[in-house]
């Protein structure tokens, strides 16, 4: 098959990390006899200092235009520090799900045998972890209504969601628990918030549609602690947008490192694939930050063309590098560290 790809490296370590998913994505290309076309694009702080947009229209039209997207990371301390900047990059985040109709954002958490002692959670707690976060992407919070008022000392961020936005992203967890054990957990606070009540209801609505799933639905606080103390009694959970954000994080701990956990963000057409782990502006140009995450964005990229043996060479060469200690410094543990593009490198020689 042939492909183009828009290539968005971004800020912080992510120019690095695309690097090496970039050079196995072309090893697996070859094995396999496809052909990429790499597009690269500009975005985030990145694109702030070139065009003073964080997203630009070229940007989009060459994603737009592109049969996936490839995702380094965005972000810049010199924003965070800012409160008043008018330009972010992480709006230029915001902008592009909306913009590619992103909604569904998947986030895995799943442990490698060889890492179990790499968690600071007990080992016989964490074992046979293998869950699926459907974070909702381009609603709630994110998007409402923001603002100050009473000059400037009040604001206000309003969270609103649409039974049809509730519906599609449920749609793809019932579709996912029917691919997976056939079981779905709704998280929400729906005690208090009245969008929750409105997902409970509307998710309620579609269990006849599957009547082979067991829903269960939990509140998000319960939810923050169980994940922790039984993360393998979960398999797929579905929340809205900001619940998801903090839950994905609090579940990579699981895996031993941030480093690790890849993404995709799926929706109207093309599919959007990117580490979790953010721009780690303190790693960036020195070579340490590990390249798997992305790495293994690129396997749910291959995965999500339908080309399963293509993802599964990748996964399978990712498992082989942490079984022989082919890692970067936060899984070394005091022994050797391999450079970003060193364990690039090694990957794509061993596809
Ligand atoms: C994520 C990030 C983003 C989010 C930020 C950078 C806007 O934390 O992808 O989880 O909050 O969605
Ligand atoms: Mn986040």
Known sequence: MKFNIALLAGDGIGPEVIEQAVKVSDAVAEKFGHE???KPALTGAAAIDAVGDPYPDDTHDICASSDAVLFGAIGHPR???DP??????EQGLLKMRKALGLFANVR??????????KSPLKKERIEGTDLVFLRELTGGIYFGEKGR???GETAYDNCVYTRKEVQRLAKKGFELAMSRSKKLCCVDKANVLETSRLWRETVQAMEKDYPEVEVSY?????????????????DVLITENLFGDILTDEASVISGSMGLMPSASLGAKIGLFEPIHGSYPQAAGKNIANPMATVLSAAMMFENFGLQDEGKAIRDVVNKALNEGVVTEDLSDGGKAYGTKEVGDWLAENI
């Not at 799943?110 to 890492?115: H, I, V």
């Not at 509140?219 to 979960?234: C, E, G, H, I, T």
């Open 36 to 38: 990429i076309s790499w």
């Open 79 to 81: 924003f965070d520090n």
């Open 84 to 89: 008043s900047a008018k330009v972010r990059p």
């Open 108 to 117: 895995p958490t799943f442990t490698f045998p060889s890492l179990l002692d």
């Open 149 to 151: 008022r009473e000059e």
């Open 218 to 234: 939990e509140f998000v606080d319960a939810v923050a602690m169980r994940l922790v103390q039984w993360p393998n009694s979960y």
